[in-house]
T-cell receptor, first 114, second 114 residues
């Protein structure tokens, strides 16, 4: 158990819909990363937050957005869903968002868009 | 831009045999290197990381990796594998100007058989 929690575990929805994925980092960790794992693209970095502020952006689509709240939990919002958005979405947290801080991964949310 | 190449998509090996999983990276600046393991239906777990110092890095579960700057490689090795090592292994790099987000290779599936 990494100490990072993600809800829900599974999500099935239809094209065009909007979903919210939630992540609670390990106690004391200030930085949260979101990654997408799909068969086509592999593991891709989406976005990073540090203490409530966006720090880095990866291959995140404009239809996707995220935020980190004052209690440090984070939410990833996916809208206008397409079939290709079906994937495993991971959240990872680290103490300071630096190289020395190990990123601990949650168990993921499996999204299926029908 | 940085990229990570895992040269083998699948590696079958017999139990108690040695194994090497290969990883090459490309980057024009200093990078930090990682190996993560993903067991079926689970999140990613850090095996080991290279930040600086000794080029031979020891990790959990008997794994080790050697950083070779001239060959831009970071191969993962284990002298004797167990059935329980069957999993997907990911090599990753990070650097400071992307928030230390992990850039992953496509992964190598290690299958250990009796």
């Amino acid at each position: 158990d990494s100490g990072v929690t993600q809800t829900p575990k599974h999500l099935i929805t239809a094209t065009g819909q909007r979903v919210t994925l939630r992540c609670s980092p390990r106690s004391g960790d200030l930085s949260v990363y979101w990654y997408q794992q799909s068969l086509d693209q592999g593991l891709q970095f989406l976005i990073q937050y540090y203490n409530g502020e966006e720090r880095a952006k990866g291959n995140i689509l404009e239809r996707f957005s995220a935020q980190q709240f004052p209690d440090l939990h984070s939410e990833l919002n996916l809208s206008s869903l397409e079939l290709g958005d079906s994937a495993l979405y991971f959240c990872a947290s680290s103490v300071d968002g630096q190289a020395l801080g190990t990123q601990y991964f949650g168990p993921g949310t499996r999204l299926l868009v029908l | 831009a940085q990229s990570v190449t895992q040269l083998d998509s699948q590696v079958p090996v017999f139990e108690e045999a040695p194994v090497e999983l290969r990883c090459n990276y490309s980057s024009s600046v200093s990078v930090y290197l990682f190996w993560y393991v993903q067991y079926p239906n689970q999140g990613l777990q850090l095996l080991l990381k290279y930040l600086s110092g000794s080029t031979l890095v020891k990790g959990i579960n008997g794994f080790e990796a050697e950083f070779n700057k001239s060959q831009t490689s970071f191969h993962l090795r284990k002298p004797s594998v167990h059935i329980s090592d069957t999993a997907e292994y990911f090599c990753a790099v990070s650097r400071s100007n992307s928030g230390y987000a992990l850039n992953f290779g496509k992964g190598t599936s290690l299958l250990v058989t009796p």
